[in-house]
């Protein structure tokens, strides 16, 4: 990994930072949607699995030594064992699997695919750590920790939306990820 | 390094080695996990109350920490109401509440500087691996270095586009920006190469960390 990569994992990791100033927008039915869960899909969309992966799992171990910079001005470990926890840690496979995925349609990424793509990696990845995660942390039934988060599902595929115009744009302008013969 | 949620007290928690209390922490969550007790529950949530006078922090940094998580927790415990009994529900509330106040305290009496000295002990096995402790600091150096710039060229994006009256499109925002950034760290990257920056240095990532944060206006040479 040159000093490069090193440079995008942290760039990544500080643009995660940085979505957290944008308000969170209400949903109607009073579910509130952060930016920063487009963090990851950007992530594995632009830097691809490795390095994608591995900034998110930086910002999340800043999170979790007690910087602030979850949407809100929220940090530390209290966060991050807490009942949305494994939300938090759902992104870092999330980016992984998204960017593995781009890799793997690389040549012929086309808004169609790349949106299933962060679809895939935002809810199905990392919904499959988080309920679980809130299952277990809260002592009650995987059912019962599964009906609330489908609340969140249009908000993710509004964010995936957004994630992959800017991504697929910066693909053609500055393109990071090499090409597969 | 005072940024983040650490508070400044002079208490045996606070002296308590990171180390001790990362894993202190962990043995905790793996137990209350496992309790289904209503009562052992109770008990365990006034335990780690009774740690913030300890630490000489007052109640209300718990109360600050603990409101975050109220709405999950009234969903999560009117789920519970609904499918078994007002045992489950208050079972919910007390197990969540120890759980992330005993989370929050430890991040409340460590600093981000000795926790990132914790973790660095931690994770000097894998050198063998090939992963380097001072790339680690390298790069947890760079991200926080970063975010402030990143700012600065949102900054800079605005007024381009307030000039085309396109501030209030959020891609005409995010795209150059988004460019614009990946071009400053391939420049800060290839840099850093350039003075020479030898990953495999085996300095502690701990001396980075402090040398960052002793001299902040040293560091605008990128």
């Known amino acids: 990994m040159s000093t490069r990569d090193l440079a995008y994992i942290a760039l990544f990791a500080a643009i995660m930072a940085a979505l957290a100033i944008f308000p969170p927008l209400m949903l109607p039915i009073g579910v509130p949607i952060t930016a920063q869960s487009m963090g990851p899909m950007l992530a594995g969309l632009i830097l691809g699995a490795r390095r994608g992966g591995l900034s998110i799992l930086l910002f999340v171990v800043l999170v979790a030594i007690g910087l602030p910079l979850l949407a809100g001005g929220r940090g530390g470990l209290g966060i991050v064992m807490g009942p949305t926890g494994g939300f938090i840690i759902g992104w870092i496979p999330a980016a992984f699997a998204i960017g593995w995925l781009t890799e793997r349609f690389w040549n012929g990424l086309n808004p169609i695919n790349a949106f299933l793509i962060a679809v895939f990696g935002s809810v199905v990845v990392s919904y499959a750590v988080g309920i679980p995660w809130t299952a277990a942390v809260a002592g009650i039934g995987l059912d019962q920790a599964f009906w609330p988060m489908l609340a969140f599902v249009p908000g993710d595929c509004l964010k995936a939306a957004v994630a992959v115009v800017v991504a697929l744009t910066v693909k053609r302008a500055y393109p990071l990820i090499p090409a597969r013969s | ?222």
């Open chain 2, 1 to 222: 390094m005072s940024v983040g949620v650490y508070v400044h007290a002079d208490s045996v928690v606070h002296r308590l080695s990171p180390g001790i209390k990362l894993a202190a922490l962990f043995g905790f969550s793996t137990l209350i996990v496992l309790v289904r007790d209503v009562v052992a529950l109770a008990v365990a949530l006034g335990l780690v109350l009774m740690l913030f006078p300890l630490a000489r922090l007052p109640l209300s940094l718990a109360w600050r920490q603990w409101r975050p998580i109220l709405v999950v927790m009234a969903i999560l415990a009117a789920v519970q109401l609904f499918y078994s009994d007002w045992v489950g529900a208050v079972s919910v509330v007390l197990r969540l509440s120890a759980l992330v106040l005993l989370a929050a305290l430890v991040s409340l009496t460590t600093k981000a500087s000795d926790m990132i000295e914790a973790i660095s002990r931690a994770v000097r096995p894998l050198a063998y691996l090939g992963i380097s402790p001072t790339r680690i600091g390298l790069v947890i150096s760079l991200a926080l270095r970063f975010i402030p710039l990143i700012a600065e060229q949102l900054e800079e994006v605005k007024e381009a586009q307030r000039a085309r009256g396109l501030e209030r499109n959020v891609l005409a925002l995010t795209i150059p920006l988004m460019v614009r950034v990946l071009k400053m760290a391939t420049e800060i990257g290839d840099a850093i190469e350039a003075r020479s920056f030898d990953p495999d240095d085996a300095r502690r990532l701990s001396d980075l960390w402090r040398r960052r944060s002793e001299q902040p206006s040293e560091r605008n040479d990128h």
